[in-house]
C-alpha cells in the first residue's frame, strides 16, 4: 500500500466546524446571529463508501440537499464543497448591514462643523465598539474558514490519487473550492476595511468626547 495511502487510512475521518452568519427573526436591532456548526465525514477506502454525519448545519445546505442527492455529487468529498456554499451565502448581505451601520456614524462624525457641534456621547461610542467587534468577528471566521478551504483541498487531492479519480472530477472540484476561497478572499478583505473604517471612527470619537 503506498504510504500516502495507509496515511489516510489510519485517519479516514475529515471533521471540522465553521461558523457563519443568519438572519434570527427576532424582533432586535441587529437581525444576525453567528452560528456553529460541524461536518464529519467518514471515508471508506474499500468500496469508495462516506458516512456522513452534519450538526447544525446552514438552512440554506438542507435546502440544497432537496435538490442535489449525495449520490449525484461525484466527487467523493462533494458535500463539503455544498457545506461551505451554504455557509457563505450571507456573507455579503451581513458584511452590507455593518458597513450601512458604519457609514451612518463615519457621515455624522466627518461632518465638517467645530468641536463643540459634534453629536457624540458615550453612547455614540458604544455603537462604534460593537461594530469594531463584529468586523472582528467576521475577520476571524473568514480567515479560519480560508484555512479550512486549503486543507480541503490538500486532502482532496491525496484521494483523488488513491482511487484514481478521473482528472476531469478532481479538476473541477479543485476549481470550486478555489472559487470558494477567492470568494473568501474577498469578503476578508472587506472585513479589513470595515475594520480600518471603525478604527478610523473610533479615533475621531475620542478626540470629539470631552
Same mark, same amino acid.
Given at each position: 500500500?503506498? $504510504?500516502?495511502?495507509?496515511?489516510?487510512?489510519?485517519?479516514?475521518?475529515?471533521?471540522? =466546524?465553521?461558523?457563519?452568519?443568519e438572519r434570527?427573526?427576532?424582533?432586535?436591532?441587529?437581525?444576525?446571529?453567528? *452560528?456553529q456548526?460541524?461536518?464529519?465525514?467518514?471515508?471508506y477506502f474499500?468500496?469508495e463508501?462516506?458516512?456522513?454525519? #452534519?450538526?447544525?448545519?446552514?438552512?440554506?445546505?438542507?435546502?440544497?440537499?432537496k435538490?442535489i442527492?449525495?449520490?449525484?455529487? /461525484?466527487?467523493?468529498?462533494?458535500?463539503?464543497?455544498?457545506?461551505?456554499?451554504?455557509?457563505?451565502?450571507?456573507?455579503?448581505e451581513?458584511? =452590507?448591514?455593518?458597513?450601512?451601520?458604519l457609514?451612518?456614524?463615519?457621515?455624522k462624525i466627518?461632518?465638517?462643523k467645530?468641536?463643540?457641534?459634534?453629536?457624540?456621547?458615550?453612547?455614540?461610542?458604544q455603537?462604534?465598539?460593537?461594530? *469594531?467587534?463584529?468586523?472582528?468577528?467576521?475577520h476571524?471566521?473568514?480567515? =479560519?474558514?480560508?484555512?479550512?478551504v486549503?486543507?480541503?483541498?490538500?486532502? /482532496?487531492?491525496?484521494? /483523488?490519487?488513491?482511487? =484514481?479519480?478521473?482528472?476531469? #472530477?478532481?479538476?473541477?472540484?479543485?476549481? $470550486?473550492?478555489?472559487?470558494?476561497?477567492? $470568494?473568501? *478572499?474577498?469578503?476578508?478583505?472587506?472585513a *479589513?476595511?470595515?475594520?480600518l473604517?471603525?478604527?478610523?471612527?473610533?479615533?475621531?470619537?475620542?478626540s470629539?468626547?470631552?
Amino acid at each position: 500500500m503506498p $504510504e500516502k495511502a495507509a496515511e489516510l487510512l489510519q485517519k479516514p475521518d475529515i471533521c471540522y =466546524n465553521i461558523r457563519h452568519f443568519e438572519r434570527h427573526r427576532r424582533d432586535l436591532d441587529d437581525p444576525w446571529s453567528c *452560528r456553529q456548526s460541524a461536518i464529519h465525514q467518514k471515508f471508506y477506502f474499500a468500496n469508495e463508501h462516506s458516512k456522513w454525519i #452534519v450538526v447544525h448545519p446552514p438552512l440554506l445546505f438542507g435546502e440544497s440537499l432537496k435538490y442535489i442527492h449525495p449520490s449525484q455529487i /461525484a466527487h467523493p468529498m462533494g458535500l463539503h464543497l455544498q457545506y461551505l456554499t451554504a455557509g457563505a451565502a450571507n456573507w455579503n448581505e451581513y458584511l =452590507n448591514h455593518i458597513s450601512e451601520k458604519l457609514a451612518a456614524l463615519d457621515q455624522k462624525i466627518s461632518f465638517p462643523k467645530s468641536l463643540k457641534d459634534f453629536d457624540v456621547d458615550f453612547s455614540f461610542s458604544q455603537q462604534v465598539h460593537v461594530l *469594531r467587534q463584529k468586523s472582528s468577528q467576521a475577520h476571524f471566521v473568514l480567515d =479560519n474558514t480560508i484555512a479550512t478551504v486549503a486543507s480541503l483541498k490538500v486532502l /482532496a487531492d491525496k484521494i /483523488a490519487q488513491i482511487i =484514481n479519480l478521473p482528472s476531469t #472530477v478532481a479538476d473541477s472540484f479543485r476549481a $470550486e473550492l478555489e472559487n470558494t476561497s477567492s $470568494e473568501l *478572499r474577498r469578503q476578508l478583505l472587506t472585513a *479589513r476595511k470595515l475594520l480600518l473604517l471603525s478604527k478610523d471612527i473610533k479615533s475621531m470619537v475620542t478626540s470629539a468626547l470631552p
